[in-house]
């Protein structure tokens, strides 16, 4: 019986035999081949979670940062009046909060903030999360009406008008007008104390708050109609604030002496807001979807208030951001 075999011919002197692999060694570079598809298949599974846990953190950062900065550069402007140096009235917010009233709100400039507690009854208007503390302010907008980047005025918002002629200013009755715009009544001097009438400032009420469904918001109240609701930022779990009071005000430093949830915690009148010069606030921000490495944070604490996490939902990543704001131009009326 003869064989025949396949010969290469590679040119003089050389001659190679061509044959296939093996059983063998078929099998042993398959499953070389399946440990490497496993192993980078392991590596591109860490890699996705591992992104996915930086992402997840830069949402709560980015969340709570946004809110924080937000509330800083809104609330610091609690209090503000234009040219307006010491508000007048007879009528309190507290209590009066969801007004819609022209005439109420001009008699209430004294009043620029009332707090909320979380255990508070909320009023009418306010749908907020249970357990969060909500915060009421009052200002007139920092630019004037018609003036480059500021609407033109309109007759369905609020306006603040101060006089600016030393001699009107000092007459009573005369120092300013709070009407809806284009009102006939807006007819206060500038400092040349001439026929030309002075600047007008959008008026401001908000209750900012977390609402049920973990978003920061606010309230916005205008004349004789019903308040629209604005979000803020998703992802903010609790609100917790406590305010600075100036006990002192005699003492020409216009700083905060006393740092509580309310006036009376301070010794003072229960509805004496007007004497907060600043607020503190805390709020817990989370993650957008539960994490993979997140399971132990049962408890935080903001402020006074400790915040225990359900066992079911600890697998968020959280963090808590705090800010202490000065409101500038109550502080700097006592200031001397």
Same mark, same amino acid.
Request: glycine letters at 8%; proline letters at 4%; a neutral charge.
């Given at each position: 019986?003869?064989? #025949?075999?396949?010969?290469?011919?590679?040119?003089?002197?050389?001659?190679?035999? +061509?044959?296939?692999?093996?059983?063998?060694?078929?099998?042993?570079?398959?499953?070389? /081949?399946?440990?490497?598809?496993?192993?980078?298949?392991?590596?591109?599974?860490?890699?996705?979670?591992?992104?996915?846990?930086?992402?997840?953190?830069?949402?709560?950062?980015?969340?709570?940062?946004? /809110?924080?900065?937000?509330?800083?550069?809104?609330?610091?402007?609690?209090?503000?009046?234009?040219?307006?140096?010491?508000?007048?009235?007879?009528?309190?917010?507290?209590?009066?909060?969801?007004?819609?009233?022209?005439?109420?709100?001009?008699?209430?400039?004294? #009043?620029?903030?009332?707090?909320?507690?979380?255990?508070?009854?909320?009023?009418?208007?306010?749908?907020?999360?249970?357990?969060?503390?909500?915060?009421?302010?009052?200002?007139?907008?920092?630019?004037?009406?018609?003036?480059?980047?500021?609407?033109?005025?309109?007759?369905? $918002?609020?306006?603040?008008?101060?006089?600016?002629?030393?001699?009107?200013?000092?007459?009573?009755? *005369?120092?300013?007008?709070? *009407?809806?715009?284009?009102?006939?009544?807006?007819? $206060?001097?500038?400092?040349?104390?001439?026929?030309?009438?002075?600047?007008?400032?959008?008026?401001?009420?908000?209750?900012?708050?977390?609402?049920?469904? =973990?978003?920061?918001?606010?309230?916005?109240?205008?004349?004789?109609?019903?308040?629209?609701?604005?979000?803020?930022?998703?992802?903010?779990?609790?609100? +917790?604030?406590?305010?600075?009071?100036?006990? *002192?005000? /005699? =003492?020409?430093?216009?700083?905060?002496?006393?740092?509580?949830?309310?006036?009376?915690?301070?010794?003072?009148?229960? =509805?004496?807001?007007?004497?907060?010069? /600043?607020?503190?606030?805390?709020?817990?921000?989370?993650?957008?979807?539960?994490?993979?490495?997140?399971?132990?944070?049962?408890?935080?604490?903001?402020?006074?208030?400790?915040?225990?996490?359900?066992?079911?939902?600890?697998?968020? *990543?959280?963090?808590?951001?705090?800010?202490?704001?000065?409101?500038?131009?109550?502080?700097?009326?006592?200031?001397?």
């Amino acid at each position: 019986m003869t064989h #025949s075999r396949s010969v290469l011919f590679m040119g003089p002197g050389h001659r190679s035999i +061509q044959r296939g692999l093996t059983l063998v060694e078929m099998m042993v570079a398959m499953v070389i /081949g399946l440990v490497l598809v496993v192993a980078m298949s392991a590596m591109f599974v860490n890699s996705s979670n591992s992104r996915r846990e930086v992402e997840l953190s830069s949402d709560v950062i980015e969340s709570g940062r946004y /809110g924080i900065d937000v509330l800083s550069r809104e609330l610091s402007q609690t209090g503000f009046y234009g040219l307006l140096a010491t508000p007048t009235g007879a009528t309190s917010n507290v209590g009066n909060l969801c007004s819609n009233s022209v005439p109420l709100w001009g008699d209430s400039l004294p #009043s620029h903030l009332v707090g909320i507690q979380g255990g508070d009854v909320s009023p009418a208007c306010l749908a907020r999360k249970a357990g969060t503390d909500a915060v009421f302010i009052q200002r007139a907008s920092t630019c004037v009406a018609g003036s480059a980047g500021c609407g033109a005025e309109d007759p369905a $918002l609020a306006y603040l008008q101060v006089s600016e002629c030393g001699e009107e200013y000092n007459t009573a009755g *005369k120092q300013f007008v709070l *009407k809806k715009g284009n009102d006939a009544a807006f007819v $206060l001097k500038t400092k040349a104390c001439a026929a030309a009438v002075a600047e007008r400032r959008q008026v401001v009420r908000r209750i900012y708050y977390v609402s049920p469904a =973990d978003v920061l918001s606010y309230i916005e109240f205008r004349p004789d109609a019903d308040p629209i609701t604005v979000a803020i930022v998703e992802n903010i779990e609790q609100m +917790q604030i406590s305010y600075g009071f100036d006990t *002192k005000p /005699g =003492d020409g430093s216009g700083t905060a002496d006393c740092y509580a949830p309310a006036p009376d915690f301070c010794g003072l009148p229960a =509805d004496a807001w007007s004497e907060a010069v /600043g607020v503190r606030i805390f709020l817990l921000a989370r993650s957008s979807s539960a994490s993979n490495n997140t399971g132990n944070a049962a408890t935080f604490t903001l402020d006074d208030t400790v915040i225990n996490i359900a066992a079911a939902n600890r697998n968020m *990543k959280r963090r808590v951001y705090s800010v202490f704001i000065s409101f500038i131009t109550p502080k700097a009326r006592r200031e001397f």
